[in-house]
Nanobody, 125 residues
Framework: DVQLQASGGGLVQAGGSLRLSCAAS????????IGWFREAPGKTREGISC?????????YYAESVKGRFTISSDYAKNTVYLQMNSLKPEDTADYYC?????????????????WGQGTLVTVSS
């Protein structure tokens, strides 16, 4: 089974940028759609972005991050990235990458079978 690990989080000032990475081990991302979710303190997880497999690389973004975040993939390296620009304090959350063995992606939580460890992003005001 594929194991996922998110990394790249940290403390950043409002307006700054971070790039998160999602790496796979124990398998490859071949055939998988990948998503990014976040969980802010006291709130449920929300899907913020996803990208289809190499057979369907369509991307989707939540309205809250559209125009600021960009998802990309390098399936040859078993890595998916989330470039986060113009960060706001409300972006503060634990960020998780997720995967499903299906060409298409979706921002709904129940869509994904594999969940990795999160990485904390803190945006100061």
């Amino acid at each position: 089974d594929v194991q996922l690990q998110a990394s790249g989080g940290g403390l950043v000032q409002a307006g700054g940028s971070l790039r998160l990475s999602c790496a796979a081990s124990g398998g490859t991302f071949d055939g998988y759609a990948i998503g990014w979710f976040r969980e802010a303190p006291g709130k449920t997880r929300e899907g913020i972005s996803c990208i289809g497999s190499s057979g369907d690389a369509t991307t989707y973004y939540a309205e809250s991050v559209k125009g600021r975040f960009t998802i990309s993939s390098d399936y040859a390296k078993n890595t998916v990235y989330l470039q986060m620009n113009s960060l706001k304090p409300e972006d503060t959350a634990d960020y998780y990458c997720v995967a499903v063995l299906f060409p298409r992606c979706h921002l709904g939580r129940s869509w994904y079978d594999y969940w990795g460890q999160g990485t904390l992003v803190t945006v100061s005001s």
